[in-house]
């Protein structure tokens, strides 16, 4: 059963910063691709795109979050993590992280979703 967790959430003042980390647990992912994708979801409010990198380590921001953040990856730990610099009280919200599987066979390949329970950050004086 794969595992998605989440952790490095917390209160930080405007213009802080916080690192979150995802961590991928409970199979072998040596011969899949693994595609990463950070969201967050702010109270009353849609979940929304934070950043994402493929397989192949490309990545991509949402124009609100585009030179303050940094998506990553250590593969060797299957974690990736989410650098956050000049922090606005409207990043506050629930961070998710989503790791999609896709596992290639001579048949085909197949796409798995999976999905942490998130990670709370707030930013507030």
Not at 16 to 30: E, I, N, Q, T
Request: hydrophobic share 30%; aromatic share 10%; charged share 20%.
């Amino acid at each position: 059963q794969v595992q998605v967790v989440e952790s490095g959430g917390g209160l930080v003042q405007p213009g802080g910063s916080l690192r979150l980390s995802c961590a991928a647990s409970g199979r072998r992912f040596s011969h899949d691709a693994m595609n990463w994708g950070w969201y967050r979801q702010a109270p009353g409010k849609q979940r929304e795109l934070v950043a994402s990198m493929t397989s192949g380590g490309t990545t991509n921001y949402a124009d609100s979050m585009k030179g303050r953040f940094t998506i990553s990856s250590d593969n060797a730990k299957n974690t990736v993590y989410l650098e956050m610099n000049s922090l606005k009280p409207d990043d506050t919200a629930v961070y998710y992280c989503n790791l999609r599987v896709v596992v290639t066979t001579i048949e085909g390949s197949t796409d798995f979703d999976y999905w942490g329970k998130g990670t709370l950050v707030t930013v507030s004086s």
